[in-house]
């Protein structure tokens, strides 16, 4: 089995600009066409379980939109294989409500993006919503770090996740990028073995261009297999979960860099499937 906790699908009809405008501002090229077919097509050739979606709400007044496309599509998705994450906006007015919704319709967990939706990640406007996601049980899986496609400021540093750590003591809280793309000294020294989990999306590899593009100016901050495979057992393997940030990378090919990084089969295996399971709480999980 295997779980890929980070990925992205769009729309049809707005997916092919999307994924472009997106790619080009980042540097990288995706990997499917951005889409759910997409998507299940990669999760089919390369044996993928399950692929949690991740959506990121950039309007407050899209949350409930969303959300209902969610819970409408939840058992299809799930058929597939698709588990998908609800939305949370910052500036929503009913939090709690929202979430419990969520929840009330099986929903897992859901995404915030503090780089797209301009708000700190300690801002008491998220701290709300992730005392309210803990209190109910959903995982919130936040982006970490810097976001290469947003420049300048960094609205989720290590410095303010551990405020949230502090303050809401979530209790399934899962920062991307192995808890701070970029920043991966001071994820080290501060914030590895903390009550968090990290997932490995876009951190680890080569970062692939559009043909003609120049490489990518982030193609040196990904981390090396040796500290890699070093602040994963600081934090523990046991809290790391395998994601792979599709489109945004291959499927197949992070299982394999993954399976090759110096881990011991106990540890890749928690990696790609056993801890997330255990998260997702996947009781009935197919093998």
Known sequence: MIIDIHTHIFPRHIAEKTIEKL?????????????LYGLLVSM???RITYSVTLPAVTNPNSVEHLNDTVIKKLLPLQNQGI???????????????????????????IKLHPAYQRADLDDPRNLRILYEA????????????????????????VEQILHVIKDVQPSKLVLAHMGGWGNWAQVESDLAGAPVWLDTAFTYGRLDTYPGMEPSPHENTVLAPADFTR???????????FGTDSPW????E??????????SGRETDAILWKNAARL??????KS
């Open 23 to 35: 790619g080009r501002a980042a540097h990288i090229r995706p990997h499917t066409d951005g889409t």
């Open 44 to 46: 089919r050739h390369h």
């Open 83 to 109: 588990l998908p994450f609800g939305g949370m906006h910052p500036d929503f007015p009913h939090v709690r409500r929202e979430l419990l919704r969520l929840k009330n319709a099986g929903i897992k967990g």
């Open 134 to 157: 803990s209190d109910l049980g959903l995982v919130v899986l936040t982006h970490a770090g810097v976001d290469i496609s947003v420049n300048g400021y960094d609205y989720a540093s």
């Open 231 to 241: 602040l994963a057992r600081k934090h523990g393997t046991d809290k790391i979960l």
């Open 249 to 252: 990378q291959d499927q197949g």
């Open 254 to 263: 992070y299982v394999s860099r993954l399976q090759d990084i110096g881990l």
């Open 280 to 285: 997702l709480d996947l009781s009935d999980s």
